[in-house]
């Protein structure tokens, strides 16, 4: 539990450094080029967590090597998720930072850059797998490969969910703007549309992705699907767990405001 503890401090730590990086750069430089590699690095990590984090790091709790999994233990009921939920969130964040300095359409634009990157990546790794390895050596690459069902599933997840995200934010940061925003008094609307936009894109995530990953694809690749009772099971678990670290990123955006109007009035 203390290793779990540890690692959940690093990686607030760990988003804070990046949060505050980014949009300092951000605003320097006024383009997202660097919000866009931390959003590519947040989908990488996101891959690999998915099938391999809980058997590397002890985050204590119950992995599940079938399900690439975590079993988490609430007091009232367990909560079974995808490992790669305990990334995924964050790449939310980024799109809201994207979107509150530079508007939807570039958070689209970054959408198709990171797909486009992850798709050529996944293909990368299966080719570099297929080279030969010294006899006296290892692949280490055999250990990180992706699961094609929960890699195709997670494609279809996050194009959709992080462009209705995009869309979404923006509405929302429109209408707030419109009726009750007055420019100072920024501070008491950002949460809004920052935690309404995630929650919803996140169970849409959610929703999408655990059938596809676990039942729909492995049907049509000729595997054995699981039971319907475990698939809602992990769909209510993912979106709980999404959700509790969803909420995390808030004070990170706040940050990130307040950095995008310090530099502004420089």
Do not use: C
């Amino acid at each position: 539990m203390l290793e779990g503890l540890i690692v959940g401090i690093a990686i607030l730590i760990i988003l804070g450094v990046l949060t505050y990086l980014g949009a300092w750069f951000t605003a320097k430089s006024n383009s997202p080029h660097a919000l866009i590699s931390i959003y590519i690095l947040f989908l990488t990590l996101a891959q690999f967590f998915a099938v391999k984090a809980p058997a590397v790091f002890d985050l204590g709790l119950e992995y599940i090597p079938i399900l690439g999994s975590i079993l988490v233990d609430i007091g009232l009921l367990p909560l079974l998720a995808p490992a790669g939920v305990i990334v995924f969130p964050f790449t939310l964040q980024v799109t809201d930072m994207v979107n509150e300095k530079f508007g939807r359409q570039t958070v689209y634009e970054m959408i198709w850059i990171a797909l486009i990157s992850q798709i050529i990546m996944v293909i990368l790794l299966f080719i570099a797998g297929y080279i030969p390895v010294p006899e006296w050596g290892t692949d280490p690459l055999t250990e990180f490969l992706p699961v094609p069902t929960i890699t195709l599933a997670s494609w279809i997840a996050f194009l959709i969910s992080e462009r209705f995200d995009a869309w979404l934010y923006d509405r929302v940061r429109t209408w707030i703007q419109t009726k009750y925003e007055t420019g100072k008094d920024w501070w008491k609307y950002l949460w809004i549309r920052n935690v309404f936009s995630d929650v919803l894109s996140l169970a849409i995530d959610s929703i999408i992705f655990v059938p596809l990953a676990f039942y729909g694809f492995p049907l049509i690749f000729g595997l054995s699907p699981d039971p319907i009772d475990l698939i809602i099971t992990m769909i209510f678990g993912q979106i709980i767990t999404k959700w509790f670290l969803g909420l995390i990123d808030t004070p990170y955006m706040y940050l990130t405001r307040w950095i995008y109007d310090r530099e502004a009035e420089k």
